[in-house]
């Protein structure tokens, strides 16, 4: 046993100092595949409702028979769902279209939104979303509700209203200290 | 008697793994040059490409200046000296289109931040083309890379979510040790585990020549 330890020192000495002077000359290559890759703005307009017996809102359809006085549930929100901050504003168009054989001047006012503006600031036809809108977060609604004035005569019996929202995002980031100041904001609109 | 060669062994045991012992790595790009797997290792790599150097380029936005460093280091095991080149192979061909919309810049840490050994579109091989030499590097010796990339605000919408591949090619060629060779922090830290190694050694032998000795003259 002692003899087999004797060897095994002495072989480890031998080692030592083999493995720290034996060399060898040869060249390697290799290849590394390295990614860039960009990141994203990506925005969800969110229309809903709260129906007629109350519960958790729904995604918003069409109302029909709708009288003067009425005011309808219609919930206008913003959801982040890319991978960066954005900076949110929202178009708002209104039209009423009179039934066909009817005419008369129409008046848009006649149906208003409760426009949310503490949250948002209206500026050059565009309501702005105050904050920036973190990756995954939804804005406060821009409005829950359209009212129909109960002073619509009847010329607006069978017409239609028709709202149109339009939202667009741009960067946050290197993009301003305000949603004012952003930059790059979509030339087209999606609705 | 046992507990004196059960602590040798110990020790041996603790210098081997002194020895092979690889430090993980940062969040930086490194470059590992390793005699002993006669390869390089790339970390930490990504889901895209398992050995990707460029941690900071991910999720990049139009504006965006960003600093990237990388580590190129020989962690041979014994003293082995090697010189390092590296050269670009230029953007992947799906690539070209997105890269060539961003500006790089790769220097070494060391020199004055104007000498770039590329300074160009990220596509391009530029100043990249032909090897580069990086410098000598002895065991545990390292060089290090400052990369600065420019995504110009203009940039559009067509770019969301794109994708750029670099290849990168780097060389080690080994060189016999000169006597007059200056010892780097590497190649003493193997010195003295290997010294280590060979006085343990060389007291177990004492020891046991020198009970040995005692025994015969008992007899």
């Known amino acids: 046993m002692k003899k087999k330890i004797l060897v095994i020192a002495f072989i480890a000495v031998c080692l030592s100092i083999v493995a720290y002077s034996t060399t060898a000359f040869f060249s390697v290559d290799d290849t590394a595949t390295n990614v860039i890759t960009m990141g994203n703005i990506k925005i969800e307009l969110e229309e809903l409702a709260i129906p007629d017996d109350g519960g958790d809102p729904v995604p918003f359809s069409d109302v029909i028979d709708v009288l003067p006085g009425t005011n309808v549930s219609k919930i206008v929100q913003v959801k982040n769902t890319g991978n960066n901050s954005a900076w949110i504003r929202i178009s708002i168009d209104k039209a009423i279209e009179l039934a066909e054989g009817i005419n008369g001047e129409v008046d848009v006012a006649l149906v208003s939104l409760n426009v949310n503006t503490e949250n948002w600031t209206e500026l050059d036809g565009y309501y702005y979303y105050n904050t920036a809108l973190n990756a995954g977060e939804t804005t406060e609604p821009l409005f829950t509700t359209v009212s129909f004035a109960s002073n619509m005569g009847n010329i607006y019996q069978q017409s239609k209203a028709i709202i149109k929202v339009f939202a667009q995002a741009t960067q946050t980031a290197n993009n301003g200290e305000t949603v004012f100041e952003a930059a790059g904001w979509p030339a087209e609109q999606a609705e | ?219």
């Open chain 2, 1 to 219: 008697m046992k507990s004196f060669i059960k602590n040798v062994v110990v020790l041996l045991v603790v210098a081997t793994m002194l020895c092979g012992l690889a430090v993980s790595a940062g969040a930086q790009g490194k470059v590992t040059y390793s005699e002993d797997s006669d390869k390089f290792i790339f970390e930490p790599g990504s889901d895209q490409s398992p050995t990707d150097l460029f941690t900071e380029y991910k999720g990049l936005m139009p504006g965006d200046v960003v600093k990237q460093d990388i580590t190129v280091k020989n962690d041979s095991s014994n003293g082995v000296k090697v010189n390092i080149f590296v050269r670009s192979l230029g953007a992947q061909n799906d690539s070209a289109d997105f890269l060539s919309q961003l500006h790089l810049t790769v220097a070494k840490a060391e020199e004055n931040e104007m000498a770039y050994m590329f300074d160009a579109a990220a596509d391009q091989t530029a100043g990249m083309t032909d090897w580069v030499f990086l410098g000598t590097l002895y065991s545990g010796g390292e060089v290090n890379l400052v990369l600065n990339l420019e995504i110009p605000i203009e940039l559009g919408n067509d770019f969301q979510d794109a994708m750029g591949y670099i290849d990168w090619e780097f060389k080690a060629e080994e060189l016999p040790i000169e006597p007059d060779d200056p010892v780097k922090p590497g190649d003493s830290s193997n010195i003295i585990i290997y010294g280590i190694i060979a006085i343990l050694s060389l007291f177990a032998l004492f020891f046991f020549l020198t009970k040995r000795r005692k025994q015969t003259e008992q007899y």
